[in-house]
């Protein structure tokens, strides 16, 4: 890439190049490797009169704090110099590698150091910064910032007093080339050395810097304010240790530490509507019955069952309006009708436990308050008293609690129970390919469909639907085998 467009100042032009000879990327190839093609691509490079590598370095660079840039330098009588500047209080490593190069620069123009650079020298200029090259090779008319049209003019100005050929190279850093080696201790020095003053802040560093200012005081006053926040109930605020968990069950106690998880029916009430179109005829037979609020049953044929209304479905909306009591309800189809409408439907019916008479699913209640699973509860975790803590700190026993009550399967053991269990009825024994073969009760009930279709946690298992029906969890052939009696939800 040539940059010459600055009119005379700039005739001896200035040669961008933001890559190596040949391609390599840290993820691809060895540091072996890379170094080899860095070396090579200097030793391709015209003979230079003057060769400066410069580097920036960025002290706190997560919270961008204090930047520096140096440079060494061997001039055409083989003299070593070096430099280091301060890069601003708040900096980047792109502004850091920017301000190390101007430093450079200035430091040839001013002549203070003494450098020898002939006239029509080559100057070769070594950075790490492929985004710094880039940036400037857009030429001086492109550049916006500060920072980068001082770096232009500066080239400009070498070019035209030592009618220079400027070579701006990328050469990769940390692996071992010897001389940007050198270069970065120089800048990581300046950094942490260097007296920053009090310079101007580029917009997009004042902005992150608030941005910064504002995430402290909200972690602040969180700390203080929402203790009683679920996670950190759950956590302690300390992050749950993960002993080789396979990805679907790391996050399937995540969501348990949020509180949100498909586990849950009132996670799944709130979250699972889907909206249909249907023509509800003249004589207002949508082929839906519906008791207590709730989908019954869909006959054949119906505009309902050819629009995929599934029985156990809770209507919401009608053509856009709330209806909140079974009254509204009746009274909107009747409007309907004759209408193609859109009937919103929450798919879970209820955010009921299923396995007792709460009134509220939830986590806390799955884990440590429902009675129907007490007995689960205690033959897994020894305790009737179990602490959500168990989130954290025993991982596995939670997993193996939900597979017990018949809330979650892995997705592997899954496929190979749903093609073993077959026809879905009556009791299946353990076989070698379902390793934990949860035994499974078909249901006739037909909110089976509704819950299958959303919660596809849910789908292949079965949740009892009584109190009593978890006696049947107890473990009877092997302590894997949970038997579930009565009725169950999932088809
Ligand atoms: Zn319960």
Redesign the pocket.
Known sequence: MRGCRRGAAATSCVDFRPRLCRPVTKKKNTSGEIREAALETLAQLPPADVTAYTDGSVLDPRRMRRGGGGYTLTDAKGKQFSGKCAAGARCNSYRAELSAMLLCLRDLLSGAKKHAVPQDAVITVALDSQSAIKALAAGPAAQSGRLEIRVWEALSEVCARFRARVIVQYVPGHVDVEEQEEVDKVAKAAAAECAQGDGPIALSLAKAAIKEVQRGELVASLRNKVSDHFWLAVTGGKPAKCDKLSREEQRTLAQLRAGHSPLTLDYLYRVATTSKNFKIPDDGDHGMSIAEGVVDAVRDGSPAHEAGVLPGWRPTHIGGKKCATDGELAAQLVVAQGDRCAVKFKTVPSPK?P??P?KQ?GVR?LLAE???YAKTRHSVFGTHNVPLSVLRDQQKEVLRYLQRIGRWRPKDSRVRGARQTGTHTGIHTRSAGDRRGSVQHSGTSSPAAAVGKIGRHIAPLGIPRSPWSCIWGLPVFAPWIPISGGQTVAA
């Open positions: 436990c396995a007792c709460a699913d209640h429902c009675p129907g």
